[in-house]
C-alpha cells in the first residue's frame, strides 16, 4: 500500500511536468532578418504563438507516454488584437469571442461570454487604461464593452453602427471604423453617447476625404489614420474629421496597396500597414516615405499568411527578450496576426545593431 501511495503522488508530481514553456526558439542558422544580409537588420522575427501549447508548455516525454500527447487549444481565425499588461487579447472570428493569453502566468483561455454580453463575428478591440475592454462585433452590428473581470458592462452603436470594424480610445472618447457606413463614429465614454460621424453622408465618392471601405483605425497625435480597403490608401484626418492627407495608391509597386488593412503607428510615428494581397507589412516614416517591408507569402516562420492585424508594443519586451539576437538591442515588438496558415500570432523585433 505504501508502495502505491508512492508511485501515486510520483505520478502526479511527474503529471505537471512540462517542457518548452512559452513558445519555441529558433537557432542562430535560421534567424529570419529584415531586410536580410548584407543590409543592416531593422526587423528581427522572433516567434509565434498558434496554440495553447506554445504557451503553456509540452508534456514532458514520460508523461506524454503516460497519458498521450496534449493537442493543445488552438487559435482559429484571429483578426484583431491588442496586449495590455501582460495580456494579449485576440479577436477570433471563428470561435465568436477571444483568445486571452496571459504572458506572465502563461495561461490560455477561451473567452466566449453569453447572455448580453455574446459574441458572433468579433473583428478588432481595444483596452482602456483602467482594463475595460471594447469589442467591434460585426454580426452584433454594436461595439460591446467588458470591465476588468470580464463581466458585461454595455452595448453601443445601434441604429447609428451598421458594420463596426474596429475601435479606438482616444481623449475619453469612442472612434469606431464603420465599413458599411463608410464612415467613423464617434461616442462619449463618459456616458456613451453619440457625438459625430465623419465624413458627411453626402461626401462626393471622388472627394479626398471620402470613405469607400474603411477597416482599421489608429490614432496618434491629434492625427486619425484609417485604413480605406476600398481605395487602397492609408487617410489621415484631423480630430475634428478634417482630410490631411493619404499614403499610398493603387498598385503593385513598394509603398503601393492591393489589400491594406490593419495600422499602426510607433513612437517615431512610423507607421505600419498590413497588406493581405502582398502578405507584408509595409513601414512608411512620418512624412509617408516608404522605409522598408518585412513579411512575405508564406514559406516559413516570418513570412504571413492572409494577414490582418498589426499592433506595436513598448511594455512587454522581458517576455520575448530571449529571442533576440544577441547582436541586436530590441526597441519595441510588432505582432500581425495571421487568419491561416502556422503562424497564428508572428512576433516581430524592431532591433538595431549594438
Request: with cysteine.
Amino acid at each position: 500500500m505504501r508502495l502505491i501511495n508512492k508511485l501515486s503522488f510520483l505520478t502526479i508530481c511527474l503529471a505537471v511536468v512540462i517542457v518548452n514553456p512559452l513558445f519555441a526558439q529558433l537557432d542562430d542558422d535560421n534567424i529570419v532578418v529584415f531586410p536580410g544580409p548584407p543590409d543592416t537588420a531593422r526587423i528581427q522575427y522572433l516567434t509565434s504563438i498558434s496554440n495553447s501549447v506554445d504557451i503553456t508548455g509540452k508534456r514532458s516525454g514520460f508523461i506524454e507516454w503516460i497519458l498521450g500527447a496534449d493537442e493543445g487549444r488552438p487559435i482559429v481565425k484571429p483578426y484583431g488584437l491588442r496586449i495590455h499588461k501582460g495580456k494579449l487579447y485576440i479577436c477570433d472570428s471563428m470561435l465568436g469571442g477571444l483568445v486571452i493569453i496571459d504572458l506572465e502566468k502563461k495561461s490560455f483561455n477561451y473567452f466566449q461570454p453569453g447572455g448580453l454580453g455574446q459574441l458572433k463575428k468579433p473583428l478588432n478591440c481595444f483596452v482602456a487604461p483602467n482594463g475595460y475592454l471594447y469589442v467591434a462585433d460585426a454580426a452584433r452590428q454594436e461595439i460591446v464593452i467588458f470591465d476588468q473581470q470580464l463581466k458585461f458592462v454595455k452595448s453601443i452603436g445601434r441604429p447609428m453602427i451598421t458594420r463596426p470594424t474596429d475601435v479606438v480610445l482616444y481623449k475619453d472618447n469612442i472612434w469606431v471604423c464603420d465599413i458599411k457606413k463608410q464612415q467613423v463614429h464617434i461616442f462619449s465614454n463618459k456616458d456613451f453617447k453619440y457625438i459625430r460621424s465623419f465624413p458627411d453622408v453626402g461626401t462626393n465618392p471622388e472627394a479626398d476625404n471620402f470613405l469607400n471601405q474603411p477597416t482599421n483605425i489608429s490614432i496618434k497625435n491629434d492625427k486619425i489614420y484609417v485604413s480605406d480597403f476600398g481605395a487602397f490608401k492609408i487617410k489621415v484626418f484631423s480630430l475634428r474629421g478634417e482630410y490631411l492627407s493619404s499614403i499610398g495608391s493603387y498598385g503593385r509597386g513598394t509603398g503601393q496597396f492591393v489589400r491594406p488593412k490593419g495600422i499602426a503607428l510607433d513612437k517615431e510615428s512610423r507607421l505600419y500597414v498590413v497588406d493581405a494581397g502582398f502578405e507584408n507589412v509595409q513601414m512608411f516614416d512620418s512624412q509617408g516615405k516608404l522605409l522598408l517591408f518585412f513579411g512575405g507569402s508564406y514559406e516559413g516562420h516570418g513570412n504571413m499568411w492572409l494577414p490582418a492585424k498589426v499592433i506595436v508594443d513598448y511594455d512587454n519586451l522581458k517576455y520575448f527578450q530571449q529571442y533576440v539576437h544577441p547582436t541586436f538591442k530590441l526597441k519595441h515588438l510588432i505582432f500581425v496576426t495571421n487568419q491561416y496558415g502556422p503562424d497564428k500570432i508572428s512576433v516581430y523585433g524592431f532591433v538595431e545593431p549594438k
